[in-house]
């Protein structure tokens, strides 16, 4: 009787010390099996001490087996409660992870590209800081022009600017392909100093640039008029109206009819507050002017081109409905989560 109680002292002034020095589940795990395993010490307790012919001694170390379990739960309770930060509970619910996407205007450039790539365009990125024979001398703007007011452009240096339009890439294409044909859909960020509902210092444009032998205006407005209805809808009907730019002869603004009104500029006999007119302004366009074409190192006399220029943010407002396009650049995210 004396032996077994003494080993059992033993055992429980060990296990004290033991769980002293624990500090985590896993060293929790080691003493399990050191003092609970097959070949632990209350098994081998079982094994070399005669219980068969002292059942008092066989009880004895049942007891010792129930207080030694008790301990070690405890302190694993303890460990995992407090000290131990390693532990995994595979069991716990995970945390929700927040779900980004694309930016609205992101998702507004791949669905132009697509447009216009199902129509055989190639698409292009041209510099946004360039210098001012692409943005402006080569594409018929002289110094004098309002254009080139420091008031709107973002000038870098005398002669390189932060690009105000994608019509430089008019240039750097027609250099690229040396010969027609060209079919280029130019997407781009562009710069002015500008800022309001309508207006923001960084924006981006779309510029179409075709030429061929034998372009005309009619097949200008085959391509606009497939944009318009690609990317607005079936319904919507597209219209030309004379303007000026300088690297484009004749030249024109592109107007879309608007969908509220229907085109018609009246909704129950009163003028249409979205529009006005029934008609809503897409941006600018024209046949290539046979100087460009020139700069570009093509000859007018065996080709002809034209060309269009259209913000990207502005056509999705006229989508969206948007109010105020600062909030595309904005920081919202109960807006910026809709799209
Ligand atoms: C141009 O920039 C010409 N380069 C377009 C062009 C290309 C004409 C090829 C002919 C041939 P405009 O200055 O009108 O044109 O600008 C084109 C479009 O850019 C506008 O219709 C508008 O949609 C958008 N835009 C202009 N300024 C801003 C701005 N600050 N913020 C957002 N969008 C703008």
């Known amino acids: ?6 080993e059992a002292t033993e055992i429980k002034l060990a296990l004290a010390k033991d769980l002293k020095s624990s500090q985590s589940s896993a060293e929790v795990d080691i003493l399990q099996t050191k003092y609970l395993g097959k070949q632990g010490l209350i098994n081998r307790l079982f094994k070399t001490l005669p219980i068969k012919t002292d059942p008092q001694i066989g ?29 995994f509970d595979v069991t716990t619910p995970g945390l929700p992870i927040p779900q980004g996407s694309l930016h609205l205007i992101t998702q507004a450039i791949e669905e132009i590209e697509s447009i216009f790539l199902h ?16 943005y402006a001398e080569g594409l018929n703007i002289p110094k004098d022009h309002p254009a080139r007011d420091d008031q709107e452009t973002f000038y870098l240096s005398d002669t390189t600017v932060l690009t105000a339009h994608t019509s430089n890439g008019q240039l750097h294409e027609m250099e690229l392909k040396k010969a027609p044909p060209i079919k280029m859909i130019n997407i781009g960020k562009t710069y002015r100093r500008q800022l309001d509902a309508t207006h923001t210092p960084m924006f981006h444009q779309f510029e179409g640039l075709v030429v061929d032998q034998g372009l005309n205006i009619t097949h200008l407005l085959g391509i606009t008029d497939y944009f318009a209805k690609s990317y607005f809808g079936p319904d919507r009907r597209t219209r030309l109206r004379p303007h000026h730019f300088q690297f484009t002869e004749p030249s024109f603004e592109i107007d879309i009819s608007c969908e509220v ?12 507050k979205v529009c006005k007119s029934g008609w809503l302004e897409l941006g600018g366009a024209g046949m290539v002017h046979p100087q460009v074409l020139k700069n570009g190192g093509l000859n007018p006399t065996e080709c002809s081109g034209f060309a269009f220029g259209w913000g990207v943010e502005r056509v999705l407002m006229m989508k969206t409905g948007l109010p105020d396009l600062r909030l595309i650049y904005g920081d919202d995210l109960r807006f910026l989560n809709q799209f």
Request: proline share 2%.
């Open 119 to 134: 129509l055989g365009f190639v698409r292009r990125r041209y510099p946004e800081v360039d210098t001012d024979w692409y």
């Open 59 to 87: 009880r004895q170390i049942n007891d010792l087996k129930k207080f030694v379990e008790t301990r070690l739960q405890e302190k694993l309770t303890s460990v995992l409660t407090t000290t131990d930060k390693t532990h």
């Open 1 to 6: 009787m004396g032996t077994n109680l003494k």
């Open 261 to 272: 009104c229907r085109g018609t500029g009246l909704i129950d006999n009163l003028a249409c």
